[in-house]
């Protein structure tokens, strides 16, 4: 029956093009968070203040940030004048937080305003940011409605393939 072959391969393709959607998009969002890391960063290292690429910030540099600064890893902050930042990626709050002394730098987050110098405590897999994204692609996808129901069609229409075969 050359209709319910065309059926059959229409679902099929139909499922496989969700799937490439669903992958595609939590692909982007991995992307898109990469992207909020910063790909160079200015460290005191020996004493001397140096610009590095952020890939190379490893735990225990003295990070230097000031306005305008991405946070390339996760660190605490040993010396504070007027630090603002923007932390609406982890937190959602859309004001800037404050920072002092001893309070957590993030990943990804923003410098508004001020200056400060803060000491590395977690890179790459590591950091809160990483955690994040870990989640958005480390987890499984739940099934959909639609995905469901395709799996409803795709046997129904086997079951009839194979009920009309065997009559």
Do not use: H, W
Not at 9 to 21: E, H
Not at 27 to 50: F, H, N, S
């Amino acid at each position: 029956m050359p209709q319910l072959g065309i059926a059959i391969f229409g679902v099929i393709v139909i499922n496989a093009v969700f799937s490439f959607v669903q992958e595609n998009r939590a692909d982007k969002a991995a992307e898109r968070l990469k992207a909020l890391l910063p790909t160079r960063v200015t460290v005191r290292r020996d004493g001397r203040a140096r610009t590095i690429d952020a890939a190379e910030v490893v735990l225990g540099d003295r990070l230097l940030v000031e306005a305008g600064d991405r946070i390339p890893a996760d660190a605490v902050a040993v010396q504070s004048s007027a630090l603002l930042l923007d932390t609406s990626l982890l937190t959602g709050e859309s004001r800037p937080a404050s920072i002092a002394v001893g309070d957590d730098l993030f990943a990804g987050t923003f410098v508004v305003e001020g200056t400060a110098e803060a000491v590395v405590t977690a890179v790459g897999a590591a950091s809160r940011l990483a955690g994040i994204a870990l989640l958005t692609t480390g987890t499984e996808k739940p099934r959909t409605p639609l995905t469901i129901g395709l799996a409803e069609v795709v046997r129904l229409i086997a079951l009839i393939a194979i009920g009309v075969g065997a009559f």
